[in-house]
């Protein structure tokens, strides 16, 4: 057995503070399922069809979709606040959409086109992707109802700026502090806004808890990715080899008596974390049998699966 084996082990076991109880787990994906066949699904046929971009309409973005309900949910219980899965979704759904356009079309005139749309302004649809685009987003801001001064938004447009200047990723040459900078700030502003999804008015220091939280957060998917990343020629910290899982674990558990000094406890959120820092470990160690993901990410497929076989013979 490698030493790498052991370390990360090591750093697992030293993270076991992490660890909590997530419960009604089978239950809860059934529920993120039905929200998203019910928000997000009618949009996407509605605009694309049934014959739409396979990865839209296969149910791969329902799982997508479905599993951040986790996260959030955990976030919603920490903060005393209603979790609403119908925004989760359709934040999980904007987010997928939007990282397609931006790895595939991310030329000069999407990117401004984006930016005028995230301030408030016009944007007219340019093909059925960017239709699905804006189809999302209008539902989202309809039921957010939010002010134009609302965290969310200023959030929403520093994220959709670090992601201009994420695309120098694709330069393997790219200077470390550079890399580094755009990781944070990357992994920073998409937690404050999804978060923020939950919490109208997050408050300056809530912002800069969860944008720390969400720095950790960034540096464990690239882990998790490295693979995929690899493949596409786009360069991490995780790809050259400079991130160790345990590096993530102590990120998280310095964090985690801030979480409760704060909020008054961290549970269930770092019990959401602490999953999927062992599927990340297993999906790196072992990544041609663990392909589904995490395992929140094979719960909500399972869920999927048993949705369509109750519909399949309700129609009958």
Known sequence: ????????????????????????????AVEYVATYERVVAPIVESTLGRSGPRRYVDGSMCEVCATLCFLVSGYAAIAKVPFRADLAVLGGAVARVYDDLVDEYGDDDLLERLSTLFAGGAFAPANAVERLLFALYLELARRLGRSHDDPINFALAALHEVQVRSQRQRDPTIPSPVLAEITRAKGGHALVVLFALQRPAMGIRELELVRELGEA?????????????????????????????????RQLRRLRPALCDFYGRSQPLCGVIYVDLWGSFLRRRWPSRLAAGTPARVLVSLARKWARVRRTGADR
């Open 1 to 28: 057995m490698d030493s790498g084996l052991w370390r990360d082990l090591l750093a697992l076991g030293r993270s076991v503070e992490l660890a909590g109880a997530v419960p009604s787990l089978g239950r809860r």
């Open 217 to 249: 957060l960034q540096l464990l998917d690239d882990y998790m990715d490295v693979a995929a990343d690899r493949k596409i020629g786009i360069t991490t910290s995780a790809t050259r080899g400079e991130l160790s899982l345990a590096h993530i674990c």
